[in-house]
């Protein structure tokens, strides 16, 4: 007897061979799902997600707290920030001499937390070829710069083709602080202290603190814009790790002014973090350092400095406005285990002087001088700012003219 498809029997039978049929396929896909699509099989793991890299460029040159505020925010905008460092032959041909040399600025850049990797000797303006190898052998997804602008000498962008390529992220430009007006700051210390003693010879912090200017006769102080940073309890948090030591952490405390924070003061952060868990820093105030100093110090005021020594990843926390004495309650007070100073400073025979800050750690057997390793202190920065005084005036000019243009143009841009 064949088989007829309209019979009843035939026709029951029929369905369930298509229900076997069908359940089969079912199950066979959910196997194969099972099969390829979970990682805890061991069969094949999916791909993780590649991570972001942006790339900002910059001279980096007095270094402040205004390129470590563009460090942070570049950083935001992906997982991985690289950050390339401009030939001092570069420089030289784009602006006139660096302050400091390709070496020291390297030391600062790898410092700041937000930085992940660094390239040395990069060029001024993102070249195709240069951009080409951003592109394919550091897996930068975008080039980042703020939002004044980059011009090169013949007048054009010098992120032009970073934009064109649709590559291009902008921040915003942090407000109060720049190198040209750093250097303004130190001519004008220069000055300063050359006029008669007849002359008001007030601290040159209250004048930048309360955005004066100064212009001489012979032009030397010709800067129109000194600090008009306002510091905000919301910047200070940005910066800060926002974590306290462990219960059994060894705390170890440096002090000092920072001014100027350069190479000098990284290498002995670095050094000092390495001899416990935590580093304590404490930031003397602008009256304090005024009085150890001189009346033209600091040049940087107490709330810049603070953010300089914070950006450093070296560095656990600060006390802003620390006290120049060390004292056993303050030991008892922030659990230190050890206080410590480098060999190279402004002062040199601290420790000789009528005002021993560290007589008390001492007794305590809490403290130790450490063997820096750069020979640079504030003064090593001012005068090469003195020794090459005629060509960093003409550089100071320039930029002056250029930042004058942006503040006069400059609309609200969004960020932080």
């Not at 369930?16 to 089969?24: D, M, R, Y």
């Amino acid at each position: 007897m064949g088989f007829e498809l309209g019979h009843p029997e035939n026709l029951q039978s029929s369905r369930f061979i298509a229900s076997c049929l069908v359940g089969g396929i079912v199950i066979g896909v959910s196997v194969l799902g099972l099969y390829f699509g979970y990682p805890s099989l061991g069969i094949m793991n999916r791909k993780k997600k590649r991570p972001v890299r942006v790339y900002m460029d910059g001279c980096f040159d007095m270094m402040h707290y205004g390129h470590c505020n563009a460090l942070r925010q570049a950083r935001a905008l992906g997982d991985e920030l690289v950050v390339g460092v401009v030939s001092d032959a570069e420089i030289i041909a784009n602006k006139g001499p660096p302050v400091t040399p390709l070496h020291e600025r390297m030391i600062m850049v790898s410092a700041v937390k937000w930085v992940d990797e660094v390239i040395p000797d990069a060029p001024y303006a993102i070249t195709e070829e240069f951009m080409k190898k951003l592109f394919t052998e550091y897996n930068i997804d975008y080039i980042i710069h703020g939002d004044d602008p980059c011009l090169l000498p013949d007048g054009t962008d010098a992120y032009a083709l970073a934009k064109k390529a649709g590559r291009y992220k902008q921040i915003k430009r942090t407000e109060g602080v720049s190198s040209t007006d750093i250097v303004g700051r130190m001519l004008l210390c220069v000055r300063e202290r050359s006029v008669s003693d007849t002359h008001n010879r007030s601290s040159l912090q209250r004048q930048f603190s309360h955005g004066k200017s100064q212009k001489f006769e012979d032009g030397v102080a010709g800067i129109t814009r000194v600090s008009e940073f306002l510091p905000t309890s919301r910047r200070i948090v940005q910066f800060s790790n926002g974590k306290g030591p462990g219960p059994d952490a060894r705390i170890v405390y440096i002090d000092g002014a920072f001014d100027l924070f350069h190479a000098g003061h990284v290498e002995i952060l670095r050094i000092a973090r390495g001899l416990g868990d935590f580093l304590l820093v404490g930031i003397h105030t602008d009256q304090t350092v005024s009085e150890h100093r001189g009346a033209h110090r600091p040049i940087m005021n107490l709330h810049e400095r603070s953010l300089s020594v914070l950006a450093c990843r070296y560095v656990d926390e600060v006390i802003i406005g620390a006290p120049w004495e060390v004292s056993k309650d303050m030991i008892t007070t922030f659990n230190i285990s050890l206080v410590v100073h480098g060999t190279i400073a402004e002062n040199k025979d601290i420790e000789k002087g009528t005002r021993n800050p560290y007589v008390i750690p001492a007794s305590m057997d809490v403290y130790q001088l450490l063997e820096s390793p750069l020979d640079i202190t504030t003064s090593t920065i001012i005068k090469r700012i003195v020794s090459n005084h005629e060509a960093y005036q003409i550089r100071n000019e320039k930029k002056a003219a250029s930042e004058k243009r942006y503040y006069e143009g400059k609309t609200h841009v969004t960020g932080d």
